[in-house]
């Protein structure tokens, strides 16, 4: 069983900062995916950034240079810092994580989600 908790939401300034985190925890033998997505009303879930376990890491267009991914492998743990924001920026972050577990069968899950609002 693994679980995916996100935190760190929040209602923020233009211009403002927040820092997400997500913590997958559980029988995991490996992760080999760690991404952010968000969802807007009325909007699809899209790509904001994502990271291997290799620390490669790629990122939607509409938010390179403001938001930076990092993780921390031995914690399981991703984060996405997110600077300048922007009111398009408001909407719900999901976490995505893909590995294997201990049994050695793939998992790919989806955190609760956590709201972010910037105000203008």
């Known amino acids: 069983q693994v679980q995916v908790v996100e935190s760190g939401g929040g209602l923020v300034q233009a211009g403002g900062s927040l820092r997400l985190s997500c913590v997958a925890s559980?029988?995991?033998?490996?992760?080999?995916?760690m991404g952010w997505y968000r969802q807007a009303p009325g909007k699809e879930r899209e790509l904001v950034a994502a990271?291997?376990?290799?620390?490669?890491?790629n990122y939607a267009d509409s938010v390179k240079g403001r938001f930076t991914i990092s993780r921390d492998n031995a914690k399981n743990t991703v984060y996405l810092q997110m600077n300048s924001l922007k009111p398009e920026d408001t909407a719900v972050y999901y976490c995505?994580?893909?590995?294997?577990?201990?049994?050695?069968?793939?998992?790919?899950?989806w955190g609760q989600g956590t709201q972010v609002t910037v105000s203008s």
């Open positions: 995505n994580a893909r590995g294997v577990l201990g049994d050695r069968r793939g998992f790919n899950l």
């Open positions: 559980g029988s995991i033998f490996s992760l080999n995916y």
């Open positions: 990271i291997t376990s290799g620390g490669s890491g």
